[in-house]
């Protein structure tokens, strides 16, 4: 299967073991370099042109990073969602107008790819201290996610944001291999 699924038709089974933490902290700590990896030393024009095909991805490369970044302040909520006990997640804007008017392309890739790193950093700082206090309620707490209608742990949320760095990543990817989305 060569075609990305479209992330909002996308179905999550969150039966895993909570014991797989380190393993989704792992992937989150390695997202700003993946990212790097698939940007950096690219031609600008490669990174910031658009889609030949609008209909799967509206973004181009660096859009995709753009969007990235801005949705780290909504997963940081959502961890405080599960420390304070919130009756449901933070919801998002569901249309993607922060991304969409966020002008992601006439910025410097690094000022993009530094603020990512920065911020996924305190997300991981944030859960950090969570794993070291043993008696923290935001590991055994479930919250309902706004969209998706179910409830997830803090685990899951976790689960979540790796997906969905992933699945821009492969978006990324496969713009800056010029294969069709």
Same mark, same amino acid.
């Given at each position: 299967?060569?075609?990305?699924?479209? /992330?909002?038709?996308?179905?999550?089974?969150?039966? &895993?073991? $909570?014991?797989?933490?380190? !393993?989704?902290?792992?992937?989150?700590?390695?997202?700003?370099?993946?990212?790097?990896?698939?940007?950096?030393?690219?031609?600008?024009?490669?990174?910031?042109?658009?889609?030949?095909?609008?209909?799967?991805?509206?973004?181009?490369?660096?859009?995709? $990073?753009?969007?990235?970044?801005?949705?780290?302040?909504? /997963?940081?909520?959502?961890?405080?969602?599960?420390?304070?006990?919130?009756?449901?997640?933070?919801?998002?804007?569901?249309? !993607?107008?922060?991304?969409?008017?966020?002008?992601?392309?006439?910025?410097?890739?690094?000022?993009?790819? &530094?603020? &990512?790193?920065?911020?996924?950093?305190?997300?991981?700082?944030?859960?950090?201290?969570?794993?070291?206090?043993?008696? $923290?309620?935001?590991?055994?707490?479930?919250?309902?996610?706004?969209?998706?209608?179910?409830?997830?742990?803090?685990?899951?949320?976790?689960?979540?944001?790796?997906?969905?760095?992933?699945?821009?990543?492969?978006?990324?990817?496969?713009?800056?291999? !010029?294969?069709?989305?």
């Amino acid at each position: 299967m060569s075609t990305i699924a479209i /992330w909002f038709e996308r179905r999550f089974d969150f039966t &895993f073991p $909570a014991e797989l933490l380190p !393993n989704l902290l792992a992937r989150l700590r390695g997202t700003p370099a993946r990212l790097d990896e698939a940007l950096r030393n690219r031609p600008h024009s490669l990174i910031t042109a658009q889609p030949a095909s609008p209909a799967r991805s509206l973004w181009s490369a660096q859009e995709h $990073a753009g969007h990235l970044l801005d949705l780290e302040q909504l /997963w940081l909520a959502r961890v405080n969602d599960f420390v304070h006990g919130a009756d449901v997640l933070t919801p998002t804007d569901l249309q !993607n107008r922060r991304t969409d008017e966020a002008n992601h392309n006439a910025r410097p890739l690094e000022d993009i790819l &530094f603020a &990512f790193r920065t911020q996924r950093i305190q997300l991981l700082h944030r859960v950090a201290r969570l794993v070291d206090d043993p008696a $923290a309620a935001a590991f055994t707490r479930t919250i309902p996610h706004p969209r998706l209608k179910t409830p997830m742990r803090l685990v899951d949320h976790l689960y979540f944001v790796a997906e969905h760095d992933d699945h821009h990543l492969a978006h990324i990817w496969q713009l800056i291999d !010029n294969k069709p989305l």
